[in-house]
């Protein structure tokens, strides 16, 4: 039996260590990649690769092993460069495909887009993996976010296979030729979220009776910006603490702009309530930062089916958030806050503080709605849909 390689085009935030390692601060580890070694023997990774003289290894992941080689593409952060960069980045995967069985492109992303442009002509089996949606994730780049729009619909059209985070909301926008057409053994559809949710991840009901102070959690693993809405999670809770409520704010993760957040909350009177835990890449450290929360809030601008509000509820968290993408699917519409609405927020927020069985309610909803989302599941399911790509041609 011949060898079956995957050529995975993907926007990570690689760094390449002076040893020639691999390494990530976020997911995509090589535990995140070992999805796709359950159904392919070896993996090409094309993502952008920064190089570092060191990293500390106690707080970043190794991602490469004797199954996965990467494909080093220039680490472009801007428009500009991946123009400046577009050739090279089009040639180094155009020559990487040449010995792969076939590729998998998650989207949306400048790099896939370019990849795609790229082995388009190699005539080799594709499939994308769709995991938010251009027109909220480049809303501020209204141009950018109608090409890359038209893009991804193309691309996912011809497409052999299409596989969404989302159960409805991004199929709708972005179809497949199977949805449109039916599916074949050529072109198949599904739905996963990009989460491993182990069952021994899933907590138990929580107790919010005679409940005098609340740690409003929010997670953004590697925050740059405030697309996640943290400045509208600092506004609501600044309104509530100034009605006399005891509130705490707790960043899990870390932040380059955390001097932005902390003058926002300077300005609204809450400096000594918001606290960032770190870069916390162990899922074991994440899981006992929710667990020891009593309420989640992401007020974001921009998703797919965001994982952290899955894990948050997985632990019996009542949640927040904004009808955006998937999140309708997670959550119901009492609880759905249109962007930017902080004194919405605070609002939905104080509505839960007062009345802690309904909160009691919506934790045990909440753990069995995450349940949907459960490791051997969505294994399942994936495994089911890497097979119909691998299987295209025989």
């Known amino acids: 039996m011949s060898i079956m390689k995957l050529l995975l085009v993907i926007d990570s935030h690689i760094f390449k260590t002076k040893d020639g390692k691999y390494w990530c ?3 995509t580890d090589a535990q995140f990649f070992d999805r796709y070694l359950k ?18 290894e106690k707080k970043f992941l190794r991602v490469d092993n004797d199954k996965i080689e990467m494909i080093d593409i220039p680490f472009a952060r801007n428009i500009k460069e991946y123009i400046k960069n577009y050739g090279k980045i089009k040639t180094e995967i155009k020559k990487e495909v040449l010995d792969c069985n076939c590729i998998i492109y998650r989207l949306p992303s400048i790099i896939s887009y370019i990849g ?19 027109e909220d994730a480049y809303k501020d780049y209204k141009i950018i976010g109608f090409v890359l729009k038209q893009m991804l619909k193309k691309i996912t059209y011809r497409a052999n296979g299409a596989s969404y985070v989302t159960e409805k909301f991004l199929q709708s926008k972005y179809p497949s ?4 057409k039916g599916e074949t053994k050529e072109f198949f559809e599904t739905y996963y979220s990009s989460i491993d949710l182990k069952e021994s991840f899933f907590g138990t009901k929580k107790d919010y009776k005679n409940k005098k102070e609340y740690i409003v959690s929010h997670t953004a ?3 740059k910006t405030m697309v996640k809405g943290q400045d509208i999670l600092i506004k609501a809770v600044g309104l509530l603490c100034k009605k006399g409520y005891n509130l705490r704010i707790k960043f899990i993760g870390d932040s380059e702009i955390k001097d932005k957040y902390y003058e926002i909350a300077r300005e609204n009177g809450i400096i000594d309530k918001i606290v960032f835990t770190g870069l916390l890449p162990n899922k074991v450290d994440i899981r006992n930062e929710l667990i020891n929360s009593d309420i989640f809030v992401l007020p974001t601008k921009s998703e797919g089916l965001p994982r952290s509000i899955i894990e ?3 632990v019996g968290l009542p949640c927040v958030s904004t009808p955006i993408s998937g ?17 919405k927020f605070a609002e939905i927020i ?15 909803r909440n753990i069995e709605k995450a349940k949907d989302y459960e490791y051997q599941i969505l294994t399942s399911r994936r495994n089911e849909f890497y097979e119909k790509l691998k299987n295209v041609r025989d």
């Open 25 to 27: 601060k976020g997911i």
């Open 39 to 56: 159904v392919f023997d070896t993996l090409k990774i094309a993502t952008r690769v920064q190089q570092m003289d060191k990293v500390d």
């Open 116 to 134: 795609y442009l790229a082995c388009k002509r190699q005539n080799k089996p594709y499939a994308v993996e769709i995991v938010a949606d251009p």
């Open 177 to 180: 030729r199977a949805r449109k």
């Open 221 to 223: 693993n590697i925050s």
């Open 312 to 314: 948050a509820m997985a």
């Open 327 to 343: 999140i309708p699917e997670l959550l119901p519409a009492e609880l759905l806050v249109k962007q930017n609405d902080y004194k």
């Open 350 to 364: 104080e509505s839960l503080i007062k009345n802690p069985e309904e909160m009691e309610k919506i934790s045990e």
